[in-house]
């Protein structure tokens, strides 16, 4: 909370009772004693440093965020109904099944944030679309998000996850999607004139009434889409490119070598909502690379190293993660129905300092609403890690680790739990 109690903006520093708020939040968040969700509405956060907050499940509806730094904040579930957010820094902002209906995103920064599920309609707050025209929104994940209307002309939007969006009546002209994955999108009337689609996912996505006059669908898989009523005069139609599983392999060496030199070569990898369904990573190292949201689906995970990564919302049902190296991750939300990690790690690990030094500060693996159904966790470590929420019926928990192990509210039906070990083992 000290940055939240420090952060000086062109208002000055917050009230004392919103920082109390704030405080009593932060706690909420966590699950602690004396903790209160936040009820902040309308509160002037203006220019503020809120860098990394835990607000998730805020209520703050026309609250006033405009230059405030929320990068890297957890912002999920909150109510952000009619609230501004001009020129905010949000990148890295996971704004997962948020309200941000009518909100006000001119000049913020988004890269990297997470929309997921997120309702971007037009509020009543903000007579108007959700404007994000011109934005840099590359690798950001919307899949499941409402985004009806909204205004995202000539954005970036390269590489990003729009499984499921209901982008119905948006205008698109001119947007980058190169790469994005918008497999069952409802694209019903929307404006796609001159956009570049090269490489997009389109199956099963309903374009009825579409307009794509003059865009480029070179490589655009478009298997099952619904073009009754679309225009495509003047589009560019190619065939479809078959380059994912090299680009995989570019994207998995690129961030080997990021974590092999302390992020001095290479680049992190960003997966963010990828279809990697039956993928081979076997004793690949991923440790910190963003795999949220990814469908990996029984993939071959085995010896994989995933120490710090986020795979949060993360869909591993029948994943093969034996052996694997998941210390310190996140998988809150995640599926895991029917995966194998036997002899896994899931433990807590300290965090490291820019120059390898140990800090004193741990972070434990978060497993918080994950569904772990009938996984098998046989002589795993699962010391201090948080499983609050989770599903853990019919789990194979034999032998495992689980020292410290936050289960509140979780649920454990005919869960085989592991023997009682004597003190000191």
Known sequence: MENAQQAKGRT???????????????????GLPAGMRGNLAYVDFGGVALVGLRLQSLVAPGANFSGCNLSNTDLQFADLFGANLEAANCSGTNFHRS???????????????????????????????????????????????????????????????????????ASLQEADLTGSDMRGA??????LKGAILVGVDLSGADLRGAILRGANLSGTNLNGANLQGADMSEAIVGPIAEERAATL???????????????????????????????????????????????????????????????????????????????????????????????????????????????????PTILVGANLRSADFTNANLTGARLDGANLSDANLTGAKMKDCSLKGARADRTRLAPLRRPGT
């Not at 009230?15 to 966590?30: E, T």
């Not at 409802?186 to 404006?191: E, G």
């Open 99 to 169: 309200d941000l209906r009518g909100v006000k995103l001119r000049g913020a920064i988004l890269v990297g944030a997470n929309f997921q599920g997120a309702d971007l309609r037009p509020g009543f707050l903000v007579a108007a679309p959700t404007k994000l025209s011109g934005a840099s929104l590359a690798d950001t994940s919307f899949s499941g998000a409402n985004l009806q209307q909204a205004e995202m002309s000539r954005a970036n939007l390269a590489r990003s996850g729009f499984i499921n969006t209901n982008l119905e009546s």
């Open 12 to 30: 000055g520093s917050l009230p004392q009772a919103v920082v109390l708020a704030l405080a009593r939040h932060q706690k909420y968040a966590r």
């Open 249 to 363: 392999d570019e994207i998995v060496a690129a961030h080997e070598a990021w974590a092999a030199s302390g992020g001095r070569k290479g680049d992190r990898a960003v997966l963010r909502g990828r279809r990697l369904m039956e993928v081979d990573l076997r004793n690949c190292d991923l440790s910190g690379a963003d795999l949220s949201g990814c469908d990996l689906t029984r993939a071959r995970l085995e010896g994989i190293k995933l120490r710090l990564a986020d795979l949060s919302a993360a869909i591993l049902t029948h994943a093969r993660l034996q052996d694997a190296d998941l210390c310190g991750a996140d998988l809150r939300d995640a599926a895991l129905p029917f995966a194998q990690l036997i002899g896994a790690h899931l433990e807590r690990t300290e965090l490291l300092d820019a120059k390898g030094h140990p800090t004193g500060h741990w972070r």
């Open 186 to 191: 409802n694209l019903r009337r929307a404006r």
